[in-house]
Structure formats: C-alpha cells, structure tokens
C-alpha cells in the first residue's frame, strides 16, 4: 500500500518538479528581518484579490449584464438569492479594503526604499496593478447600474471626450454609442470580468516572479547606502547570515490576513452591500450621484477647483503623477532606503495622505455634495415668495422640487455647487434663463428634457423675480435704441456673455 502511494507521487513529482517549485517559493531563504509586521500588505492585497475572483465568480453567475435587467439581477440578488447579499457585501468590502491595503503595501514599500536596485521591475509591475486595481473598483462600481454608476459613466465619458485628438474615439469605443445603455455596460462588463482580472493576474504573477528573483528586500538600516557595484553582494551575505525559508516567517502574514478576512466579513454583516441606489433613469437629473470611496477625493477636487481648471485635474496632474510614480526607481536607484534619513520621502507621503484623506472628507461632509436632501426639504424662506404672482408660485415649486437648491443656495441656504441665485434676475435675462435651464453647462446638468415648456416657463418667471426691491431686474437689449458705440449696461440676448460655457 505505502509503496504504491509512494510510486503515485514520485510519478507525479517527476512530471511536475513539486519539491523544486517548494523550494524556489515557499521554501527560498529571505532576510529573517522581513518576518515583520510591516511586511504583510502584500499578502493582504493578494487575499483580497482570491476574495474578488472567487466571490465576483458567483455573482456573475447571477448578474445580467444589461441595462434593463442589471439594476433588477443586483436586488435579486440581495433579497432572493441565499446569501446573495453576503457575496455582494464581501465582493464590495473586499475591493474597498484591497485599494486601501495596496496604497499601505505602496506606501511601505515606497518608505523602506524597496524600489530602489535591483528592484525596479518590482516596483513598475506594482504600479500597473495599483492602475489594474483602480480601473477594476471603477468599472465595478459601474456594474451596479444605478444612478451613481450612471453618472460616474458620464462624467467619465465626458472627461475621456476632451482628450485631444483621440477623445471621441475612445469615448465611443468605451460606451459602444452615444448613448449610456447596454452596450456601454457590456463593455464595462467585458472590462470588469474578463480584461482587468486576467490583466491583473498576468501582473500578479510577474509581480511575484520578481518578488522571488529579486528576493525581499531586507529592513533597512539608517546610513548602509544602496550601490549598484555591491548590493547584489550585500544582499547575498544577508541571506547566507540570517536567511530563513519564507514559509517560517508568514505567521504575521497568516494572522494580518486573518484580521483582514474578519474586517471583510464585519462590514458584510453589519454594514452590508453598497445599494444598488436609485435606479439610473437618464431623464432623471441626480444631483447628489457620488462614486465609491476610491474615487470620492476626485470627486471633492473636480467639484472644489476653479471652474475651468479640470484640464489640470484630469489630464496634467494624473500624466505627471502617474510619469513620477514609473520613474522613481530610476529618479532615485541608489542611495540611503531607511525613511528616517529621507525627509523628501516622508514628506511626500504626508503631504499625499492629508490631501486624500482632507478631500475625501470633504466630499463627504462639503455643502455641495453629496448629502444634500436637506436643501430641498427645507422651504425657501417666506420673503423670497412674498408678493409673487401665481406663476411665479409655481415655479419656486418646480426650483424646489427639480433639487435645484442642492447646487444653487437662496439667501446663503443651499448647496454651493453653482452660484447664489438670491439675485440671479439682476444678472440674467428672461432667454438667458431659459438657455441656462434647459441646456445647463459649466457643471450644471442640462433640464430640457425633465421639466414641460409650462414648468420651465414658470421656473423661469420665479427666477426672473429674484431681485431686490431697488434694483430692477435684467432686461433685453433688443428695441432699445442706442448709439452705437454707448455701452448697454445689459447684457445682449443669447446670453453669450454670462452663461455660455462652451
Ligand atoms: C449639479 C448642480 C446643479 C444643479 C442641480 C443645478 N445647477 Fe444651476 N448651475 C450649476 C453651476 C455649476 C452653474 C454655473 C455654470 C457656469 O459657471 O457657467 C449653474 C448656473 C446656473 C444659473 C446661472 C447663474 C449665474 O449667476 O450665472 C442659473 C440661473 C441656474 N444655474 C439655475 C438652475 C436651476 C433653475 C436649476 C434647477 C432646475 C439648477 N440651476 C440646477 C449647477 C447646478
């Protein structure tokens, strides 16, 4: 019996080289001193990558990927299916706690110099997981096809449109249209599931590849300086003084992962899956739509910057960042690795965390987004309909309930999104409302197709009485006869002086 057992896996081990593969992996000599708590962000990033495949495999089994039926199989799937729910809550916690302990992984890595020679590759290869990762909690947040999703597609699309020369391009070859429909969110959905995790894969494993090739590297100590000439050498007396196999000092890895797989799990239960949140209706104008925890400092940036400065935002800043993030090995290949003894470094890292982690916060608790129901429930204040004509009335109903004060404040009570409209009627004409109403821009989303020719109408009449008592309203300059060369003190019809943005 043992025999035959014994001749079962030696004819195995033949074929597959069990015990060498043990050997150049689990059993390879690493500095002992990387048997540290520091060390563990790797592995966690792996982990929640294994619980994305295995549970994202099971909620594709359910998902339809249409525009009509992907809302729908999402509710089936937290209210019908056992444990529907729980593989949502898990697939969603685990992508938000992988993006975090890879910026950890990132960060220490960054701190302890790893990227310095002979690591370079390592350290490349991991930045094009660190833009796998952030494309796939994108596109993930698009599956869920409500109303959040909706938008972040749309304002991605829009910022993909202005890229110069290709825009359209890649816009069109991303949504499959013009429109936001089913053939964007096939699209998504083939980027999702098969091109970003197969991508992600292939980069884990040469990240890995590296990782044994190049071995750990060793904690560093403040003063031994990195040479090209002699590191490789150093690095072998390491591993020949205190080398270990890897598989003796996990037991940190083994209880981090642990931890982690508690935390994914606690969120699950008690928080629970992220929406699906109002249906995606595309006449339906959603103010208050906000993406995902990863992208929500985007998101406070985009809205808090000066109009016209998302050029920087979206297209120079993320080039530079993204041009520094690959070329640091090379920037910076030898030298000092212990943080204490790099100021520059650390101050980076500072510098980065406090602007996320301030812009997060602020898109969170900003007046302009994203909690902002309570502008549109509370009532304009009394002296601000006082005196007005029945149509007038009318359509302080229709500002009201179109949520235009979640971006629009009236006497300082209001989002901050747009500008105050307390006096709106002394900078604008009647056609110039009505342009600005139904076609929107510079940020404003276009009401043409959410409000009747009555509403907009009456909308625009209540605009048009938001004056002070002394000052009269804006008015046409059309039939008023002047010399020419007098400047009008109002502005010409067409409205291209106040509100074009084009
Ligand atoms: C998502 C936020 C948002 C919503 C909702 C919104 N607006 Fe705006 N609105 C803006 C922004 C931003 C501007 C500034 C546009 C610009 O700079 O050209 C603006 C500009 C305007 C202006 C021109 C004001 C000026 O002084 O130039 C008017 C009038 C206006 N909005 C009316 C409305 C009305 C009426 C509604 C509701 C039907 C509404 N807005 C809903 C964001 C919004």
């Known amino acids: 019996m043992m025999t035959t057992l014994k001749n079962i896996a030696l004819w195995f081990e033949r074929r597959l080289h069990l015990v060498k593969l043990y050997e150049q992996t689990a059993g390879h000599p690493v500095p002992k001193s990387t048997g540290s708590w520091f060390y563990t ?16 495999i099971f909620l594709a089994m359910a998902y339809v990927p249409s525009a009509a039926e992907a809302y729908h199989s999402l ?25 975090i302990v890879m910026m950890c992984h990132m ?100 990240h890995l590849r590296l990782v ?20 490789d050498q150093y690095y072998h007396g390491i591993i020949k003084r205190e080398g270990v196999p890897f598989a003796a000092i996990i037991n940190k890895d083994v209880v981090a992962n642990g931890i982690l797989l508690l935390v994914i799990v606690a969120l699950t239960l008690f928080v629970g899956p992220k929406g ?26 985009a809205a808090l910057l000066p109009n016209g400065s998302e050029i920087w935002l979206f297209f ?46 602020e898109a969170i608790v900003g007046p302009w987004s994203p909690h ?43 989002g ?12 604008m004409t009647n056609p110039q409302l009505v342009r600005q109403v139904i076609q929107g821009g510079g940020n404003m989303p276009a009401y043409a197709r959410n409000l009747s020719p009555e509403e907009t109408r009456a909308l625009v009449a209540y605009l048009c009485s938001l004056h002070p008592p002394n000052v009269p309203p804006a008015r046409e300059a059309v039939g008023v006869l002047k010399p020419i060369g007098e400047s009008s003190p109002t502005p010409t019809p067409g409205g291209n002086s106040v509100t074009s943005n084009q």
């Open 107 to 206: 960060t220490q890595v960054f701190l302890w110099g790893a990227y310095k020679y002979p690591r370079e590759l390592t350290w490349l290869s991991g930045c094009v997981l660190l833009v796998l990762t952030l494309g796939l909690a994108f596109s993930g947040q698009v599956m869920r096809f409500d109303a959040d999703a909706y938008w972040g597609v749309g304002i991605g699309a829009a910022v993909g449109g202005r890229i110069p020369v290709v825009g359209d391009a890649v816009v069109h070859l991303l949504l499959g249209g013009p429109i936001i429909g089913t053939d964007a969110l096939s699209r998504f959905f083939s980027l999702h599931v098969f091109i970003l995790p197969g991508s992600l894969l292939a980069f884990v494993s040469i």
């Open 372 to 414: 902002m129901d309570a502008w549109s429930g509370l009532p304009i204040k009394a002296e601000y309909i006082k005196g007005r004509t029945p149509v007038e009335l009318q359509g302080a109903l229709v500002f009201q309930n179109m949520q235009c004060r979640n971006c629009h404040a009236i006497a300082g009570e209001g």
């Open 75 to 99: 509710e089936l799937l937290n209210y019908a299916q056992p444990l529907g729910w729980v593989m949502r809550g898990m697939h969603y916690w685990g992508s938000t706690m992988m993006v």
């Open 316 to 361: 120079v800043f993320p080039a530079i960042a993204a041009l520094a993030l690959f070329a640091l090995p090379f920037l910076s290949n030898e030298g000092e690795k212990h943080w204490r003894r790099r100021p520059v470094s650390i101050a980076i890292v500072v510098l980065t965390y406090l602007g996320v982690g301030l812009l997060t916060y």
């Open 416 to 427: 901050h999104r747009g500008p105050d409209l307390t006096a709106v009627a002394t900078r």
């Open 41 to 56: 962000f790797g592995s966690m990033t792996l982990t929640c990558f294994v619980i994305q495949i295995v549970t994202g």
């Open 276 to 301: 699906p949140g109002i249906p995606a209706n595309p006449p339906l104008v959603i103010p208050e739509a906000k993406p995902d925890y990863p992208f929500l400092w985007l998101f406070a940036a």
């Open 212 to 231: 044994l090739g190049k071995g750990i590297n060793e904690q560093p100590k403040p003063g031994v300086l990195v040479k090209r000439e002699t590191y």
